[in-house]
């Protein structure tokens, strides 16, 4: 079965910051990955997904994504972060022909000024 | 569009009432998720359906949990008799299966359920 670890539950950056969020799948095939954000009271929203080909993806709000099958890792960057990313980053994984997407525990942002 | 609705948003109930949620997924969407999320456990699946047919319900915690869709606009998570432990904030999504299948789900905005 496959499996997410986002090994940072909380993360701190200033205004302008840039920002990486780490994300670790265990998955035996090509999986396809996708990060969500989750504002306060909200539900998920997608900012991005990989299926195949150039392994680096743009999504909305300015964030990026790159998957490294080497590392295993689909870690999520924005070169200048805004107060109103602060919210919760969940990474996802789901399988090739199979519907299950598996959620990891989130990382939440906090933006300061 | 109208997203995914669900309803209510808040439900705070006493242990050993039966409490019934409610999801109406986006038009021409075929495939309707329940999540949990809780801080403990994060975000869990519970069961999905496609074309209105539970597909995998391993993720049900207990026979005090059933869902049902008994059309494409409307699904129903109930929990008989609620407990404590049960308290979490639950997720129905929504996708669109077939060629070109990309994964994306659309969530609505949860229903908060507080047991005493």
């Known amino acids: 079965a496959q499996s997410v670890t986002q090994p940072d539950i909380h993360i701190t950056v200033s205004e302008g910051a840039s920002l990486e969020l780490r994300c670790n799948y265990s998955y035996g095939a090509t999986p396809y990955l996708f990060w969500y954000v989750q504002s306060p009271g909200q539900g998920l929203q997608l900012l991005l997904k990989y299926f195949s080909g150039d392994t680096l993806v743009q999504g909305i709000k300015g964030f990026e994504a790159e998957f490294k099958r080497s590392q295993s890792s689909f870690n999520l960057r924005k070169p200048s972060v805004h107060w109103s990313d602060a919210a919760e980053y969940f990474c996802a994984v789901g399988v090739r022909g199979y519907q299950k997407v598996t959620f990891g525990t989130g990382t939440k942002l906090q933006v300061i000024p | 569009d109208a997203g995914v609705i669900q309803s209510p948003r808040h439900e705070v109930t006493e242990m050993g009432q039966e409490v019934t949620l409610r999801c109406k997924p986006i038009s021409g969407h075929n495939s309707l998720f329940w999540y949990r999320q809780t801080m403990m456990r994060g975000l869990e699946l519970l069961i999905y359906?496609?074309?209105?047919?539970?597909?995998?319900d391993s993720g049900m915690p207990e026979d005090r949990f059933s869902a049902k869709m008994p059309n494409a606009s409307f699904s129903t998570l109930k929990i008989q008799p609620s407990e404590p432990r049960d308290s979490a904030v639950y997720f129905c999504?929504?996708?669109?299966?077939?060629?070109?299948?990309?994964?994306?789900?659309?969530f609505g905005e949860g229903s908060r359920l507080t047991v005493l």
């Open positions: 359906f496609n074309n209105n047919v539970p597909i995998d």
């Open positions: 999504a929504s996708s669109l299966v077939g060629s070109g299948y990309t994964g994306e789900l659309f």
